[in-house]
Every structure is written in C-alpha cells, then in structure tokens.
C-alpha cells in the first residue's frame, strides 16, 4: 500500500483527502531537534491499549487491563560515560574484513503474494483459531474495542472493532487471517516482494508508507495509505508475514482500516494495533527433569 522506504516509523501514517479545506493529515512520530546538549528523558507516553487479545490453541485469551503493548525497540544512544582503557601497543595492520551485506529487496510490479505462491503449486488452507497452535499471534485490543463475527471477512481468523468511536458509516476494524502453506515450493524472501501488489489494486490508492523489513525474524511486508471503497475515503495498514513453524509455513496477514474522517480520532487505537501485533514461533518445550539418584543402601 505504500511506496517502499528503508525503515517504517512506529506511528501509523494517515493519508487525509477529500476533507473539508483539503487537508492532507498524516499521523507518525515526530523527529528530534539536534542539539549540542543531550536532553533528559521524557517520560512515556500512555498507552491507550486496555488489553491484548493472544490467539493460539485455547482461542483469544485476553491480557489483563493495564499491562502496556510495547512497540518495537527503538535505537538508543548510550550517554553514560564509558571508562578510559589504557593505550595498546600498535599492531600490524591486516586485511579489514567486511561483514556481507544482504540486498535490498526489490518490490514485484505485478502479482500479488496469493497468486505468486498459487504459481509455485501452494495450497492456502485456512486455519482455526480454536484449534491453531503452530504459532504465537498477539492482536492488540483497544479500549472500546471487541471481538466481532464479520461473514464480510473470508477465512477471518480474527476480527475486531471499534464498537464505541466512528461516525455511523464506516467502523474501523482489525483483520487478521491465517493459511498454513501446503505443497509446492518457494522462496520466502521472493514471495514477500509481492506482498504490496494487493493493495495497490484497490481503487484510487495512494501510499503513505512501506517496507519489506523482516518483522520479528520472519519475511514480512508492510504497506499503507487510502483507498477508495464505495464513496468513501479509507485509511488502512497491512502487513503480510511468512512465518515458519518447524517444517511448516504459514501466512499470516493483519489489516487494520478506519475511515479517512476518523484517522485522527483512531490514531492511538490504530498504532497501538500495528505497533502491538506480533507473531512468534511456539515456545521451546521445558527440558525434562534429570531423574533423582537412588538412595544409598543403609550401611550393613
């Protein structure tokens, strides 16, 4: 949905158009001043997140209230000053050795990630979320939202929306499907090229963002912006994962969409969707106990 860009910042993007006095509002975090100085710490921000929802085998099991989805770790520079090391005595000099440096991935122009996995003999089977657990899938739920059916949603895994905010037309919501991979074969890292390519189909899009950096060690695509849908403006975020879980594959797709008049007012239940969303492989099984040694015999 986005045009590509090196690295996504944490804040939601918003692409505003067809407001009144054709304002163009974007949502996304804002950059430091440089200084010559280094500033105290601000404190953080709260969170507007009332709880997670964690999908896997025992269905949704909501987090308590209060605990806070955390984004991913943002870069930081260290200030403490670091203890002075006595000069070394100079060496020769030998070969400066250069870490190999993977290539940028290279957007697909053409066919989306269901139809390049189609190509390759793949089988997309839908899963349950009531007997799934092949993997760890943490969908955030904000305050005033909830888990809904949606028959609009084919193969939903999960569906959530906001059942408080919103302006009687248009509910913004959270979608996530999941298909075990089956058959064929294919390169992860060149299906995810074409993980943008579906929601530059939608009519009139326009990209705020994108990326093909790889999220929580998996191939992952993300794409955002508006779309016209009917005769109203949409302001949505997608990302695409190609998660493993032992042998297996899987694609696990999250959308989260709210109309373009409501972007603002959504944005912190949105980021914290987007920012919160995780998939993770199972945990590792516990070793199992070592067996207690056998009693000494009594002395005879």
């Known amino acids: 949905m986005f045009d590509r860009v090196a690295d996504r910042p944490p804040g ?3 692409l505003v158009s067809g407001v009144a006095a054709g304002i163009v509002g974007m949502i996304g975090l804002a950059g430091g001043t440089a200084s010559a100085e280094p500033a105290l710490p601000l404190p953080p921000a709260p969170t507007p997140v009332a709880e997670s929802v964690i999908v896997q085998q025992a269905g949704v099991t909501p987090v308590p209230a209060g605990v806070p989805v955390q984004p991913p770790a943002a870069a930081t520079v260290n200030l403490t000053p670091q203890p002075q090391l006595a000069p070394s005595l100079p060496t020769a000099a030998g070969p400066a050795v250069t870490a190999p440096v993977a290539p940028a991935l ?5 066919g989306t990630i269901k139809e390049f996995l189609a190509g390759k003999g793949v089988t997309l089977e839908p899963q349950d979320p009531r007997t799934f657990s092949a993997l760890h899938i943490t969908l955030p739920m904000p305050r005033g939202w909830s888990q809904v059916p949606d028959p609009n949603v084919p ?5 959530i929306a906001d059942r408080v905010g919103g302006d009687g037309l248009y509910t913004s919501n959270a979608q996530v499907i999941v298909y075990k991979l089956a058959g064929g074969d294919f390169d992860a890292t060149e299906a995810i090229t074409h993980g943008f390519i579906d929601s530059q189909q939608l009519a009139n899009w326009q990209s705020t963002d994108a990326s093909l950096a790889s999220y929580g060690g998996f191939p992952s695509s993300l794409i955002e912006g508006a779309y016209r849908q ?12 190609l998660a493993s879980s032992g042998p297996d594959k899987y694609l696990v797709s ?4 709210t109309a373009v008049n409501q972007a603002i007012a959504a944005a912190d239940a949105t980021d914290a969707i987007v920012n919160g969303f995780r998939v993770t492989g199972p945990a590792p099984a516990a070793p199992a106990a070592a067996p207690l040694p056998a009693p000494a015999a009594p002395p005879a």
């Not at 009917?230 to 994962?241: A, G």
């Open 230 to 241: 009917n005769d109203m403006m949409l302001n949505t975020s997608r990302r695409h994962v």
């Open 12 to 14: 939601l993007r918003i």
């Open 254 to 257: 999250l959308s989260v969409t």
């Open 106 to 110: 290279v957007p697909a122009t053409s």
């Open 155 to 159: 193969d939903a895994f999960a569906v």
